[in-house]
């Protein structure tokens, strides 16, 4: 039903715009030649020329004028265009949950991953992982233009199957003589309370008659922001509970009966045995952990181009070009938070659909204090070479190198954290709590009962009684580097032109990474000390804690019984405290030389992670031609436009393979294990695919106003880098469900064979009314498959017992690989009008995607698929642009949608992995300026107007997986322009 009142709204829009077009092209000759240059009405001419002359389907955004582009984020201001819905969630590796700005884009349905950005033609690498692109690691006023190909140019690239983006930059020989451009700003976030400063400029100009042009640019950004999030880490999905676990159940305690009904001999009745122990099948999800947090989030970004043309004669044509940019994202957290698993479990009460919404835990009390961040530094310099051989033929050469890096140099940290509380962590353990647990589900955010020790809240923050508990730190290094060579011919005759050529693209990743876990360094202090009757951690001293801070509210959610306050702690404070300490001290747990945070490397604090090392070399060669025509089909001019281009790839995957030698039962949990490892080995894999990949594009002129397009095209997406690593890592596991994770180094390319239609009525200046279908059938899908891994000596593998069944262990293997097809088909409508040359306009634009293969939540099996990112969307923009003031206000709305598989903390969930649905959600934005004089203009942005925030969710709608509030943001601003 909702479907249909959203097709609905939308193609009664359709109708109604008929109707006023129609009307609309009664408009005086006068105002049908109105040239607009600058400002809004300006920009958007400027994308609609682009759209109404491109051979395939093609939508921009320019800039409004120099140094001044229509939206200060470049996903942000992508939205404007049908079928585009941005994320919001925090790049990965990059250190925040979100900061509330618009990271990724979706186009049509398919992902961010799915995408290709490409700036000014050339590929530009990203080093947070995978083949998504973070748009707002960039400057917006740096750009001159973003082009959005729905449909493939063949001499471009193989065309992403969701899209592929062209981020233009400005060269000096754009415009004749001298450019200069430059604002400054200051944003404001009142969640935050602080002005933060952001400043750009831009200068070109040319020299020596013309032949020689200079441009140079950089820009500045920085921003902070406050939120209140509430996080479940994940939900572990589970086949089986207990009877004693049940609410309701007034019988002994499940610790004290047993679903053994002999003791070991087999022979003897067990006098523990009660048939409230034995587990019955019962499909549930509990959360991992339930957080408060306070985030605290600071971003700073850089941008620098510099351009220079050289044209010693009307042949030849020279540019050198670079591009600079650094993004810093830094996040400090309080928090308060209980680990949970299913055993402890009790009072437990689920929902229809098998959710546990409320359950009591007995358990120490943590609070924590992580700090995160991620650097990621790109650039890219390139040359290009054109020259005009004569009038018809010309000749390009491009070179370009690009490097992208996460948290470059030695010295850059993943981030650290401390845990520190109070309770039970040994037998004899005190102040422990029975917690209880509700998760309300609605727009009620999940909460705590009885806190506090013993369940005295007072005392619930008393710093008297606080220990040390965990402690751990990490750092991230990815590189991914780009070398491309490209040479291009071009042939122009009237009503011909041909295009052909070649170029090789040399896609190089390096990923590694140091953590705490595999040398049990974040272990050294755990155990709460002392104050809670333990052997392990130590006494914090109270001059640590540097006092409270209070939790706000939650726009759109009832956060009543929200905890009222967390503890204010610096976490490198408690790190120098606890490494000042001998490592004789009672408590210590380690066995090695206790090192300070401060003035230590990360990498020397750390461990190397064997398994997560990984080189990728994927080197592709391509051919392509396309050939642009026009004749006529019924008398009506008809374009053509047939490409076609050839891709082979080559891909060689590195790693290190640490083999496992064997499994024994913890001292401390029967159900667990310890694992022991091999030597290292460098393992490596080749592998190669080809492709030829066609495009047909026809546009028929219909009437000089009214033209319909007819697109047909094969297009790929490469797999995502990391899934290509060639060793098995994350060995482990419990009694009954041991699991080991692998990579698939010979995973092919996703294929998309695409149809287009579309119609486009360009009634009056600056106006138009456009509708397309399309239908994307994708292969050689990537799935999460699952296999089972005998460790039976055979075949290379380890001979490794299980002490629990006393013959060879059996794991299951978890690995992407290819597998099924979808299809996936969808309606764009766009309308954008002008009221003459009253200044008022307005653009509005709505999508309605769907799949053959949408997501069911009732689908248990390990190998359950879905396409991801799939939503409906709408965006409606309404101006004025007049005598040099202008005024927008932007609504966008994205449906709910399934951003990816794997939730943050999920191992040991039984049902695959556990999805992330990303919730809808209205925006409303706004901005305004007004030039001041002929030279200088005053404007003015308010962001996130009606102050949502980002929230996503699991399996379930009551499964809440992270909640935050984001708020709202205004920047004001001076532009200059000469």
């Known amino acids: 039903m909702a479907y249909f009142s959203k097709r609905a709204i939308l193609l009664g829009g359709a109708c109604a715009a008929a109707i006023t077009c129609t009307a609309a092209q009664a408009q005086s000759d006068q105002a049908m030649e109105t040239v607009i240059v600058t400002g809004i009405r300006g920009s958007l001419q400027r994308s609609l020329d ?84 973070d748009f707002s690691g960039l400057s917006a006023d740096m750009v001159s233009a973003l082009e959005v190909y729905k449909s493939p140019d063949a001499t471009l690239s193989a065309g992403a199957i969701g899209a592929t983006i062209n981020v233009k930059y400005p060269n000096p020989f754009d415009k004749n003589g001298l450019t200069l451009a430059a604002s400054v700003s200051t944003k404001y976030q009142p969640n935050d309370g602080r002005f933060q400063p952001n400043g750009n400029f831009l200068f070109s100009d040319t020299f020596f008659g013309g032949k020689v042009g200079l441009l140079v640019a950089g820009a500045y950004t920085k921003l902070s922001t406050t939120q209140f999030m509430v996080s479940n880490w994940g939900w572990i999905g589970h086949k089986t509970l207990r009877p004693c676990q049940l609410s309701g159940y007034t019988g002994p305690d499940c610790s004290a009966i047993s679903a ?77 938070a209980i680990w949970n698993n299913s055993d402890d479990m009790r009072n437990i009460k689920t929902s229809s659909n098998g959710t546990i919404v409320s359950f009591q835990r007995y358990a120490p009390t943590d609070f924590d204090t992580n700090v995160s961040m991620g650097i990621q530094q790109t650039y890219d310099v390139g040359l290009n070479v054109k020259y005009n051989v004569n009038n018809k033929f010309s000749v390009t050469l491009d070179f370009d190198q ?166 204010k702690v610096n976490a490198a404070d408690v790190w120098s405290y606890l490494n000042s300490l001998p490592t004789t001290t009672p408590g210590f747990n380690g066995t090695g030389k206790s090192a300070p945070y401060e003035g230590i490397t990360p990498a020397g604090i750390n461990t190397f992670s064997a398994g997560s090392h990984q080189v990728i070399f994927e080197d592709t060669s391509a051919l392509f031609a396309s050939v642009a025509t026009e004749t006529k089909f019924a008398g009506m001019p008809l374009k053509v436009n047939v490409g076609v281009r050839y891709e082979y790839t080559q891909v060689d995957t590195r790693g290190i393979d640490r083999p496992l030698t064997g499994l024994n039962i913890t001292v401390g949990d029967a159900t667990a294990y310890d694992t022991t490892f091999g030597p290292s080995t460098n393992m490596s894999e080749k592998s190669s695919y ?136 969808g309606l764009e409508v766009a309308w954008q009008h002008m009221f003459g040359d009253s200044g008022f306009g307005y653009q509005m634009n709505g999508t309605i995607v769907q799949s053959d293969k949408p997501y069911n939540p009732n689908n248990l099996t390990t190998g359950a698929f879905a396409i991801t990112g799939l939503a409906d969307s709408a965006n409606f923009v309404a101006f004025y642009d007049k005598d040099g003031f202008q005024i927008r206000f932007a609504a966008n709305w994205r449906d709910s ?45 308010a962001n996130n107007i009606m102050d949502v925030g980002y929230s996503t969710r699991g399996r379930f709608a009551d499964q809440v997986l992270d909640v935050v509030s984001t708020g709202r943001s205004f920047t004001l601003g001076l532009h200059y322009k000469l």
Do not use: C
């Open 897 to 941: 949608y399934l951003n990816n598989f794997g939730q943050g903390q999920s191992s040991g969930t039984q049902f695959g992995s556990e999805p992330v649905f990303v919730n809808g959600v209205w925006t409303l934005d706004a901005n305004t300026s007004y030039d001041l004089t002929e030279n200088l203009n005053l404007y003015f942005e």
């Open 402 to 567: 690009a490097q992208s890096s996460l948290n470059p140099g030695n010295d850059h940290w993943g981030g650290y954290s401390t845990d520190y509380g109070y309770g039970p962590s040994s037998p004899n353990g005190t102040n422990g709590t029975t917690f209880e647990v509700v998760q309300p589900g609605g727009k009620t955010l999940p909460y705590y009962r009885n806190y506090g020790p013993n369940g005295d809240a007072s005392r619930f923050a008393d710093t008297s009684i606080m220990g040390s508990h965990v402690t751990t730190t990490s750092a991230q290094r990815n590189r991914n580097f780009v070398n491309q060579l490209k040479l291009e011919g071009d042939w122009k005759e009237e009503g011909l032109t041909l295009k052909f050529g070649g170029n090789y693209v040399a896609d190089h990743y390096h990923m590694d990474y140091w953590g705490p876990w595999e040398s049990s360094r974040w272990q050294w202090w755990s155990g709460y000390g002392p104050d809670s009757n333990n052997p392990t951690g130590v006494h914090l001293p109270s001059s640590l804690f540097q006092g409270k801070v209070n939790l706000p509210t939650m726009p759109g959610w009832d956060a009543s019984n929200a905890i009222p306050y967390l503890l």
């Open 50 to 133: 682009i759209k109404r002359e491109s051979m395939g389907v093609v939508d921009a955004i320019s800039m409004e004028d120099i140094g001044k582009f229509p939206d200060s984020n470049l996903a942000a201001a992508l939205m404007r265009i049908p079928g585009v819905t941005v994320t919001r969630a925090g790049a990965p590796n990059m250190g925040a949950t979100t900061t509330g700005e618009a990271t990724e884009v979706t186009v049509r349905g398919m992902g961010p991953s799915f995408n290709e950005t490409l700036f000014n033609g050339r590929r530009i690498p990203s080093a947070t992982g995978g083949r998504a692109f």
């Open 690 to 825: 080809q492709y030829l990949l066609p495009n047909v594009d026809l546009v028929l002129q219909a009437t000089d106003d009214f033209q319909l397009r007819f697109d047909a095209s094969r297009t790929l997406t490469r797999p995502n880098l990391g899934d290509l690593k060639p060793n098995k890592s994350g060995w482990g596991g419990r009694k009954g469900s041991l699991g080991v994770s692998g990579g698939n180094p010979g995973e092919l390319p996703f294929v998309s064979d695409n149809l287009d239609f579309g119609a486009e009525w360009f009634y009056a200046p600056n106006s138009y009314l456009a509708a397309s279908t399309y239908l994307k059938s994708i292969s050689n899908y990537v799935v999460t498959g699952t296999s089972t891994y005998i460790t039976d000596g055979k075949e290379g593998r380890a001979s490794v017992i299980d002490p629990n069944t006393g013959t060879y262990a059996v794991f299951t293997l978890t690995q992407p690989v290819n597998g099924p097809k979808a299809n996936v088909y």
């Open 260 to 336: 053994d009904k002999f003791l070991k001999d087999g022979v003897t009745p067990n006098p523990k045995y009660d048939i409230n122990a034995v587990p019955i099948n019962k499909n549930t999800w509990f959360t991992q952990d339930l957080s408060y947090d306070y985030n605290q989030v600071q971003e700073e970004r850089k941008n620098a181009r510099v351009s220079v043309q050289f044209q010693p004669t009307e042949k030849l044509l020279v540019t050198l070009d670079g591009n600079y940019s650094r993004d810093f994202v830094y996040q400090n957290q309080y928090a308060f």
